[in-house]
């Protein structure tokens, strides 16, 4: 399925410019933009992959990850193929980078309505756009965020963040939450393995913020590339500067796609990064990719009482009393059922 795009301008001699990613790419007539997805035919841009599917998933929303968001419910997932990455380490590169490497558009046709409706079937409290890069299936991600808005389920974005400020402020009055990754604070790593620049992600993160979004940052520590203290100090005087209740996943690699020359994150690398974010003020900071690791719970921000146990993807125990810390009565910060 095709759609004329959102968020482009018409520009002479049927070129077009793309303003939904931070690429905003200038792309001329028969040709696609850096995503693969997004084709300019006789100066009108489409996007290739409206409504067609290669990806539809009920999913536990502790896998997103979102650990302040319904714990323990189900969130029904989607993707397209396609991203406006290409990085060296992606777990989805056979869909994420399918555009790119042949052109090709995988997947099942499905309209808003349907997605909402196969959601609501599901049982599910949450649409995710996820697994590739919702940014670039971002009319179908849109108005499929309307519909599910309108008929009672919430929206979450699990993105790289690389959009325009343009984009981030129309999607976000559909979005209960966020997770963007944030992969490193240095341009050369986000140029070099991402294929990408750093302070549009930064900034979308700022907005976000601003139009009351709630957000969740995913930092996968990489060995050697990412993981100094230096740059853990960075990025978490960073999300304290957007709030200390931000929540902060730093997760586990694991050698894959072209990035297969280096060793498994250390544990001690994710405890430093917990021992680094508890000491910039951040109220959560949690280990992904390391099932069974305390890590992994929430605990009151206050008295340290144990609030949300987990194993994996896995709620054991739900402490919680109306939201609240059983012993000092705190608040958890995040997206709950009202109470």
Not at 76 to 103: L, Y
Not at 154 to 176: C, D, H, Q, W
């Amino acid at each position: 399925m095709i759609k004329e795009a959102m968020l482009y301008e018409k520009l002479t001699d049927g070129w077009v410019k793309c303003h939904l990613c931070a690429h905003v790419c200038t792309i001329k007539p028969g040709r696609r933009g850096f995503c693969g997805v997004r084709e300019n035919t006789r100066g009108v841009l489409y996007s290739l992959v409206y409504g067609t599917l290669v990806s539809e998933n009920i999913d536990p929303i502790e896998k997103k990850p979102f650990f302040h968001v319904f714990p323990a419910s189900r969130s029904f997932s989607i993707a397209t193929v396609g991203c406006n990455f290409n990085c060296s380490f992606c777990q989805n590169h056979d869909i994420s980078q399918m555009p790119r490497v042949s052109s090709m558009i995988a997947g099942d046709d499905f309209s808003p309505a349907d997605i909402v409706a196969m959601a609501k079937r599901s049982g599910s409290r949450t649409i995710a756009y996820t697994y590739t890069e919702p940014t670039v299936y971002f009319e179908l991600a849109y108005d499929t965020a309307k519909i599910a808005q309108e008929q009672g389920l919430k929206n979450v974005f699990v993105t790289n963040g690389f959009m325009t400020p343009r984009a981030v402020e129309t999607i976000s009055p559909y979005l209960a939450a966020a997770n963007v990754d944030l992969k490193s604070f240095r341009e050369e790593f986000y140029k070099k393995y991402c294929g990408a620049k750093l302070e549009p992600v930064l900034n979308s993160l700022r907005i976000l913020k601003e139009k009351g979004v709630w957000v969740e940052i995913t930092t996968l520590l990489i060995p050697t590339l990412n993981d100094s203290e230096e740059e853990l100090r960075d990025i978490a005087q960073f999300i304290a500067g957007l709030g200390v209740e931000t929540p902060w996943h730093v997760s586990r690699f694991h050698p894959q796609y072209k990035m297969r020359d280096l060793p498994v994150t250390p544990l001690e690398s994710l405890r430093k990064a917990a021992r680094i974010g508890g000491e910039a003020g951040l109220k959560y900071v949690y280990s992904g990719n390391v099932p069974g690791d305390k890590g992994e719970n929430t605990y009151c921000a206050q008295c340290k009482t144990l609030l949300i146990e987990r194993y994996g993807f896995s709620v054991l125990a739900n402490n919680l009393e109306k939201n609240r810390c059983p012993k000092c009565k705190t608040p958890l910060d995040g997206v709950f059922d009202t109470v």
